[in-house]
């Protein structure tokens, strides 16, 4: 069965979108296999957005991920990555349309509500990154 990790965001959090987001995943038929609450810290941050650490907008990234806790899950399901990223929708909330996550809650291509993982390689690095193999259940 694929798993996925999610993080819903800070203006989630400030938003008190937890529910709705995570209702919208289990009404998709994923299952919650893990989920914490925590904080963020700099280096993790830095870890886990490697791949735009060196560009322009990763300071702001950081500020705003590290600003409030944070809601970490890991889905399961058929297909799940593939479908968590369709129901979210673009990373740019202005492009995102209606009866998305990102559409109907996000702002921007950084307040947008949730992170999910792209693809099977980067789930598996993410759910190592953020729980330990005996936290799924």
Not at 48 to 53: D, G
């Amino acid at each position: 069965m694929e798993k996925t990790l999610i993080i819903l965001k800070p203006d989630a959090m400030e938003r008190r979108l937890v529910g709705e987001v995570l209702g919208r995943f289990e009404r998709a038929g994923y299952d919650i296999v893990a989920c914490k609450m925590a904080r963020l810290s700099p280096a993790l941050l830095r870890e886990h957005y490697a791949h735009v650490a060196d560009r322009p907008f990763y300071p702001s990234l950081e500020a705003f991920m590290s600003s409030r806790p944070v809601v970490i899950a890991v889905l399961q399901g058929a297909g799940v990555i593939a479908k968590v990223r369709e129901l979210l929708g673009p990373t740019n909330s202005k492009n995102a349309p209606a009866g998305t996550i990102r559409g109907d809650l996000g702002t921007d291509s950084t307040v947008n509500v949730v992170h999910a993982s792209d693809s099977p390689e980067s789930a598996a690095a993410e759910i190592r990154r953020f729980f330990k193999p005996e936290e799924l259940v």
